[in-house]
């Protein structure tokens, strides 16, 4: 408390990026804010079956919600497509496990899911991996403890300024650890650059 406190007497702040979110669901549409991640699938049913869950706290309860949503049979069809800082239009579909986008390194209590993304580049940082069986989700699964499934042959890691995903079937979505819909059909994000000033 008291080195937080020497922090915010000196005062000195930073601008960071901002990420902007529109998410539809069958029933409504709705608008919020980010400052350091959100995940479209397996975030979110983490956060879900993590309230569950009433006798542990801090890693072990994430890692149990983890070990227990990997255990769905498969995770939805969708369409994502983003655009990069450059102009340059990527598009992918298929069943994804995961897609993760982080203005910071961190996310889910430490892990370096976008271990490179910086808070202040103008950019956010795109983690999208590929739906594949539970053995496999489970040996990927430590691998995000340390950034290390950055390499992984099911991951797609990249940057953009705007992104869309659809969903047809719905899927959970979170922002900064708090669900929004468990239902979103479709997911709009944008970077909006140098938008905030925090105190470091």
Do not use: C
């Amino acid at each position: 408390l008291e080195k937080a406190a020497r922090v915010l007497a000196v005062g000195h702040t930073r601008r960071i990026d901002v990420g902007s979110a529109t998410v539809d669901t069958p029933t409504r549409r709705i608008q919020r804010y980010f400052d350091n991640n959100m995940g479209i699938g397996l975030e979110g049913a983490v956060i879900i079956e993590s309230n569950r869950i009433r006798r542990l706290q801090g890693l072990p309860l994430y890692l149990l919600a983890a070990a227990k949503s990997l255990m769905a049979k498969g995770y939805p069809w969708m369409r994502v497509q983003w655009e990069s800082s450059y102009g340059e239009l990527t598009q992918r579909e298929g069943p994804f496990l995961i897609i993760s986008i982080g203005n910071s390194a961190r996310a889910g209590g430490g892990f370096p899911l976008t271990p490179k993304a910086r808070m202040d580049d103008g950019a956010l940082d795109l983690l999208l991996a590929n739906d594949m069986s539970r053995p496999e989700r489970f040996a990927m699964m430590p691998m995000t403890l340390f950034g290390k499934h950055v390499t992984h042959r099911q991951v797609t890691m990249a940057t953009f300024r705007r992104l869309e995903a659809t969903i047809a079937a719905g899927a959970p979505v979170q922002l900064d650890g708090e669900v929004l819909a468990t239902d979103a059909t479709a997911v709009q994000v944008v970077v909006l650059p140098s938008r905030l000033d925090v105190v470091v």
